[in-house]
T-cell receptor, first 111, second 114 residues
Framework: TQLLEQSPQFLSIQEGENLTVYCNSS?????LQWYRQEPGEGPVLLVT?????EVKKLKRLTFQFGDARKDSSLHITAAQPGDTGLYLC???????????FGSGTKLNVKP | SAVISQKPSRDICQRGTSLTIQCQVD?????MFWYRQQPGQSLTLIAT?????????ESGFVIDKFPISRPNLTFSTLTVSNMSPEDSSIYLC???????????FGSGTRLTVV
């Protein structure tokens, strides 16, 4: 079973559209990260959120950590083909002192 | 953040043989992690490797199949032993150089067993 569930699993959109990816769990996390992975590469860290309710912006990407620290969302405004990739959330479970990775969202942005 | 060099980047191996994957970090790190990933899917943790102690394996992974070395604070290897086609996957190493704030990953090793 996956501790962190992401939705949607696949997303194919046109350039310029907006999208939101969700990361949900029944567990509480000390911190949560979002990564993007391109084919043939390892995941690259985009952001870390640590405070319930926290919102972080990275250019066209907006990340939010749920108030209860069980869920997170990634919103991309005006998506570009360069945003194409696999998006992974990962949560640090304080009790077990390890990161758990989400199920992944594969995004394809068509020009 | 740390930079990890992982090699080989890809390999095609015969069943029954073994492959050793190497990860070199450009700075000293306490913990290194080995993951397996099916293309386009999430990561599954194989084991955690600390320098000077035996690796800690996750459920479903055993030392005889995936022996790990961690001879110093900048290097680790993962061996995939007695390979079968089911071992075909992407293998990734990572470090917690940013502590609770996230991992740095190597570029991965794409393994195909024929």
């Amino acid at each position: 079973t996956q501790l962190l569930e992401q939705s949607p699993q696949f997303l194919s959109i046109q350039e310029g559209e907006n999208l939101t990816v969700y990361c949900n769990s029944s567990s509480v996390f000390s911190s949560l990260q979002w990564y993007r992975q391109e084919p043939g590469e390892g995941p690259v860290l985009l952001v870390t959120v640590v405070t319930g309710g926290e919102v972080k912006k990275l250019k066209r990407l907006t990340f939010q950590f749920g108030d209860a620290r069980k869920d997170s969302s990634l919103h991309i405004t005006a998506a570009q083909p360069g945003d194409t990739g696999l998006y992974l959330c990962a949560g640090l479970n304080y009790n077990f002192n390890k990161f758990y990775f989400g199920s992944g969202t594969k995004l394809n942005v068509k020009p | 953040s740390a930079v990890i060099s992982q090699k080989p980047s890809r390999d095609i191996c015969q069943r029954g043989t073994s492959l050793t994957i190497q990860c070199q970090v450009d700075s000293q790190v306490t913990m290194m992690f080995w993951y397996r990933q099916q293309p386009g899917q999430s990561l599954t943790l194989i084991a955690t490797a600390n320098q000077g102690s035996e690796a800690t394996y996750e459920s479903g992974f055993v030392i005889d199949k995936f022996p790990i070395s961690r001879p110093n604070l900048t290097f680790s290897t993962l061996t995939v032993s007695n390979m079968s086609p089911e071992d075909s996957s992407i293998y990734l190493c990572s470090t917690d150089d940013r502590g609770d704030y996230g991992y740095t990953f190597g570029s991965g090793t794409r393994l195909t067993v024929v």
